[in-house]
């Protein structure tokens, strides 16, 4: 079968591998879709650690199991891509990735959907109805699931003033599924585009800001765009400016809630935290259940996927490339014939 590697140096390259033998508990799927996230650029740069080279990328996978008979339930799905073992104290409170006994997590230390075939742990799949596509499938494997968990985390409700700041493809799912839990949501981007998009997906606000001196005003512009200064401020960007204004922004009793990873420090006094008993969280990828959530949700229409181009294998690193020049308007797709 064709895949894309990750080898040494954080080289990216097309393989010729064999399709993977399938081991008791696992099934074999064949990939039609498997969206191309930013997190694969930590990878390339280092960031991440894959457990081992060379590693077949790709963690936001689609597909049809093989052997199934076509259009049966369960031959179309969406990969959960936490290996978890669905039992412990945080596989049973909602909190699958920090389980106690993961087998780590497909396509970061386990091979991947950016090939033809990948093996899965069978209690990892996730049917798809008939109402969602494979492309979306993929892209809520990963950005849609991740935007449901930190939803939840944030505890946010009707009323309450959200900020998504970075609209890529996490902070379009961000956007909508804290509109939906009934918050009013401000997005703020590098680009108009990107606000076109969120706003018609549930923003009630959109800001520009396109150089890291705008983050300076950004509190002031928050509070006046929202009415009021936001309860949650989602960072999907973290640069030491950005996360900084994070802080100025948020109303007293606030949180800070910090999705995927970023290489640069966060530097804050506590004391500006206790005055106002702000709060701090993280979050990254969610549960099962966070992403069975949001397959229903958009079987229901309510949950919309941008995809931004498709291309195959030979045009992966290319897509890969874009997202690092932030030129993407929501998710970049491998499609397989
Ligand atoms: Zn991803
Ligand atoms: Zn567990």
Redesign the pocket.
């Known amino acids: 079968m064709r895949a894309a590697e990750l080898a040494e140096g954080g080289v990216l390259r097309l393989a010729e591998r064999p399709v993977p033998g399938v081991p008791d508990g696992w099934v074999l799927v064949r990939t039609t879709a498997a969206?191309v996230?930013g997190?694969e650029l930590h990878f390339l740069e280092g960031l991440l650690d894959p457990m081992g080279i060379p590693r077949v990328l790709g963690?936001?996978i689609a597909g049809e199991v093989t052997g199934a008979p076509a259009g049966s339930p369960g031959s179309r799905v969406a990969v959960y891509n936490v290996m978890n073992c669905g039992s412990c104290r945080y596989c049973n409170t909602n909190r699958d990735r920090l389980c106690t006994r993961s087998r780590g997590m497909v396509g970061f230390t386990a091979d991947g959907g950016f090939a033809e075939y990948v093996i899965v742990p069978e209690r990892n799949l996730v049917p798809l109805p008939d109402a969602v596509t494979f492309e979306a499938g993929a892209v809520l494997a990963?950005?849609g699931m991740t935007a449901v968990h930190a939803v939840r985390l944030s505890g946010i409700g009707i009323g309450d003033r959200v900020l998504v700041n970075g609209i890529g493809g996490v902070g379009l799912m961000l956007t909508q599924v804290a509109a939906l839990a009934g918050a009013t949501v401000l997005a703020v981007s590098d680009g108009a585009a990107k606000l076109d998009l969120a706003q018609n997906l549930g923003a009630r606000a959109g800001l520009v800001i396109d150089d890291p001196a705008g983050y300076e005003s950004l509190p002031e512009e928050a509070s006046r765009m929202l009415g009021r200064a936001p309860d949650v401020f989602f960072e999907t960007v973290g640069t030491r400016e950005t996360m900084r204004s994070a802080f100025r922004c948020l109303a007293p009793g606030g949180s800070f809630v910090q999705i995927g990873y970023t290489s640069q420090p966060l530097h804050i006094h506590p004391g500006a935290l206790i005055k106002n008993e702000l709060r701090i969280l993280t979050s990254a990828a969610g549960s099962k259940n966070d992403l069975e959530t949001a397959i229903a949700l958009a079987a229901q229409g309510l949950l919309k996927t941008v995809i931004a181009n498709r291309a195959d294998l030979d045009g992966l690193e290319a897509a890969i490339l874009n997202l690092r020049d932030r030129r993407v308007l929501g998710r970049n797709v491998v499609t397989f014939a």
Request: net charge negative; hydrophobic share 0%; aromatic share 0%.
């Open positions: 969206g996230c997190t963690h936001e990963c950005s």
